[in-house]
């Protein structure tokens, strides 16, 4: 089983794995992210092929603060104080690849889950997923 879970997380989990590293830099620790996959599954904020339904919740939970999300367009300036996930596409034939890195306020990539991501390398910015704490 957890090889499988590792399987899905390693496949499909990058938005799942750049709000991890968002709550990361947040409490100063690591994160395990297949004990967390199975925590958001278990909390229903995420289905097992990693299609994240509540980011909010698991920023809040695994950072301890309250946040909410939103998504906003490529061009979006990030304010003082909010987190940034950026969303990349990559149009080949017939299909099309997406891949989301933590950024780094400015619309560039901070951090890669993959570590070097052609959709990153050859692709471009389609959106934002913008974080901001809730006090």
Same mark, same amino acid.
């Given at each position: 089983? &957890? @090889?499988? #879970?590792?399987?899905?997380?390693?496949?499909?989990?990058?938005?799942?794995?750049?709000?991890?590293?968002?709550?990361?830099?947040? &409490?100063?620790?690591?994160? +395990?992210?297949? =004990?967390?996959?199975?925590?958001?599954?278990?909390?229903?904020?995420? %289905?097992?092929?990693?299609?994240?339904?509540?980011?909010?919740?698991?920023?809040?939970?695994?950072?301890?603060?309250?946040?909410? #999300?939103?998504?906003?367009?490529?061009?979006?300036?990030?304010? $003082?104080?909010?987190?940034?996930?950026?969303?990349?596409?990559?149009?080949? %034939?017939? %299909?099309?690849?997406?891949?989301?890195?933590?950024? +780094?306020?400015?619309? #560039?990539? @901070?951090?890669?889950?993959?570590?070097?991501?052609?959709?990153?390398?050859?692709? #471009?910015?389609? $959106?934002?997923?913008?974080? =901001?704490?809730?006090?």
């Amino acid at each position: 089983m &957890i @090889q499988r #879970n590792a399987e899905l997380v390693g496949a499909y989990g990058c938005y799942f794995l750049a709000i991890l590293h968002l709550a990361e830099g947040i &409490i100063g620790e690591t994160i +395990d992210p297949l =004990r967390a996959y199975l925590y958001a599954i278990d909390a229903d904020w995420m %289905t097992e092929d990693c299609y994240v339904n509540e980011p909010s919740s698991i920023l809040s939970y695994f950072s301890g603060a309250r946040w909410r #999300n939103t998504k906003e367009a490529a061009d979006y300036e990030t304010r $003082s104080g909010e987190l940034e996930i950026l969303r990349y596409e990559l149009r080949e %034939t017939m %299909t099309t690849k997406a891949h989301f890195v933590v950024g +780094d306020g400015a619309g #560039n990539e @901070q951090w890669d889950p993959y570590g070097n991501s052609v959709t990153v390398e050859r692709g #471009n910015i389609v $959106s934002k997923r913008i974080f =901001r704490r809730v006090s």
